[in-house]
C-alpha cells in the first residue's frame, strides 16, 4: 500500500510505503499505588499511559523504558507484553501500532512530569480519572481482566 | 528522529520523522509436523517464518493472518504473541519492528507456497534447515525454550 507525498518545493508527488507508526504504551502497576498516568499536554488532552514513538535505530524495549523516564521521571524495568493495539482509529491523528509493556518502577519515587506530560501520578484502578485518551480505557480494561484472571481463584476479592 | 528524501524531481529535502517499519511474523507448529517455514524467492535467500509488513489501515493481527495466507496457502488462527522483535541490525535492508504470533492451521492441509515464498513446509524444531534469515533463528530458539518451559516439569523427554 502506498501513499503520495507532496514536494513542498516544486509539488512533485513521491509515493510511499504506508505503514502504521510504531508506538509503545506502558502499564506501570503497584497494587498500593495503582496505575501510572500523565496528564497530557497537547491533544488530544486527558489521562493516558506513558509512552510514545519508537525512533528508528532503536528497540521498542528501549524505547518504552525511554519515554516512561521522559514523561514520568521513573526508571523502570518491564515485565513483560501485555498485547499490541493497532486498531486504524486509535490514535485520531494517525495510525500506529502500540507494543504495550508492563512494568514496574525501580523505586518508589513520586512521578514528576516531563517532555509533553502536563501531570504524571498513580491512579487506582478502579477510581481512574476521565477522559482517558485514544485506545488507553481498553487497555486498562485488558490489564485489569489480566489481573482479575490470575486471581480469579483467590477465594479474597481482589481490590484497588 | 529525522531521515531525509530527496525529491526525485527536484532534489529539494524533505524531513521525515524515521521510525522502524512494523511487521509481523506467524509461527504455526504442530507437535507432529513441526513449524512451518518458508524458503525465500528473494534476497536474504534462506528459511523464514512466514511474515511481512504490516499496512496503513490494517491492525497487526489481520497482517499476521493475511501474510500467512499469502505466503503458506493455509489459513491460520493466532493464539498469542510470542514477543516483539526490534533489534535494528535485525533485517540487513532497514529497521522492522516485528510482532511474532504464535498461530495453529485451521486444517491439517499441506502448505503451498505463494506471494514471495518459494516453497513453504513443516520442519521439525530439531532438524531446522539452514540458512534460516533475519533473526528468525533466535525467534525459534524463544519459541523453542518456551514450549521447554512450559513442559519443564513433564517426565518424559520433549520431541520434535
Not at 496505575?35 to 491533544?43: D, I, P
Not at 485520531?92 to 513520586?110: F, G, I, K, N, W
Request: charged share 25%; with cysteine; hydrophobic share 40%.
Amino acid at each position: 500500500m502506498f501513499k503520495t507525498l507532496s514536494c513542498p518545493r516544486c509539488g512533485h508527488g513521491i509515493s510511499l510505503f504506508a505503514n502504521p507508526t510504531p508506538t509503545v504504551d506502558v502499564v506501570v502497576y503497584l497494587p498500593w499505588r495503582g496505575v501510572l498516568l500523565v496528564e497530557r499536554g497537547n491533544e488530544p488532552f486527558g489521562y493516558a499511559l506513558p509512552g510514545g514513538f519508537v525512533d528508528e535505530g532503536e528497540t521498542a524495549e528501549s524505547a518504552a523504558v525511554r519515554e516512561a523516564s521522559e514523561e514520568t521521571g521513573l526508571e523502570v524495568v518491564l515485565t513483560g507484553i501485555l498485547g499490541v493495539y493497532s486498531r486504524p482509529d486509535r490514535d485520531p491523528r494517525r495510525h500506529t501500532m502500540s507494543v504495550v509493556y508492563t512494568a514496574l518502577p525501580m523505586t518508589q519515587d513520586e512521578p514528576r512530569a516531563g517532555d509533553d506530560a502536563a501531570r504524571a501520578a498513580y491512579h487506582p484502578l478502579d477510581r481512574l480519572p476521565r477522559p482517558i485518551v485514544f485506545d488507553h480505557e481498553e487497555i486498562l480494561r485488558d490489564f485489569a481482566d489480566s489481573l482479575a484472571r490470575a486471581n480469579r481463584y483467590v477465594s479474597k476479592a481482589l481490590k484497588g
